[in-house]
């Protein structure tokens, strides 16, 4: 049972491994969802890490339909990823009619090769999600992340389940949004997935109040130790 982490900073990624994660998927910005990070932040997490990085290709908030610059700005991202010795990346984009991108997202996966790919929550945008799993695998996706179409992978707990039997070892359905040590073992009893995706996140208080002190998400070590410990049941 492979443990997933959502880390949105150094900080965060270096966490979720001391906390026993197995991989991470990098990015920013979590508090809306989560962006691409910044070139540094890839190269100092593929230094200071052993366990596999998964990084987020998101130019910006808002959708996931992309202009020809944001595009070329994924692709750009996806180039630098290789460089530094990133494992995977981790994208999904809908054309104008909220379908998936079937040109531009083949054009990411030829990129991409030989890192993994993760399609990502664009997913859960999507009508016909059983439909949509088999178009995904016919791309050559490694894994779908997917929250069942619904805000937390608890409540769409009947769909996942619908996904991963309907896969059948043919892609891997990842859930994730929701999950934590206080929902995981109800969650896994009833859910057969082979890996899971968690923020195991805390919020941060910033200790000077002024205009700028805004709080932020960061990884919960001792949050990512109980998942973990949890996880090891299902192994």
């Known amino acids: 049972m492979l443990l997933e982490i959502c880390a949105s900073s150094l900080t965060s990624a270096i966490n ?17 969802g ?12 593929r230094e200071k890490l052993t366990i596999d990085i998964f990084v987020l290709i998101r130019p910006r908030i808002g959708g996931f339909n992309y202009t020809e610059l944001e595009f070329q700005q994924m692709q750009a991202n996806i180039l630098f990823c290789k460089e530094v010795g990133i ?18 997202n083949r054009q990411l996966l030829e990129l991409a090769k030989p890192m993994q790919t993760t399609f990502h ?3 859960d945008c999507l009508k016909n999600p059983l439909e949509a799993l088999e178009k995904v695998i016919s791309l050559g996706f490694d894994r779908i992340l997917t929250s069942g179409l619904q805000a937390t992978a608890i409540q769409g707990q009947d769909l996942l389940k619908q996904l991963i039997q309907q896969a059948a070892n043919r892609i891997i359905i990842l ?6 040590s206080q929902n995981m073992n109800d969650f896994l009893l009833t859910t057969p997935a082979k890996e899971v995706h968690a923020s195991a996140k805390k919020v941060i208080q910033p200790t000077v109040d002024n205009l700028f002190s805004t709080p932020y998400f960061e990884t919960d070590q001792n949050e990512v130790e109980q998942l973990k410990r949890l996880l090891q049941q299902f192994s």
Request: aromatic share 4%; glycine share 14%; charged share 15%.
């Open 121 to 123: 929550r664009a997913f």
């Open 34 to 45: 989560g962006l691409t990070p910044s070139a540094a932040t890839m190269q100092l997490a």
């Open 16 to 32: 979720a491994q001391s906390g026993g994660a197995q991989r991470i998927e990098l990015c920013c910005n979590l508090e809306q």
């Open 87 to 104: 494992n995977g990346v981790v994208f999904g984009i809908l054309n104008e009619q909220g379908a998936i991108d079937i040109d531009r």
């Open 175 to 180: 859930p994730g949004s929701g999950l934590n």
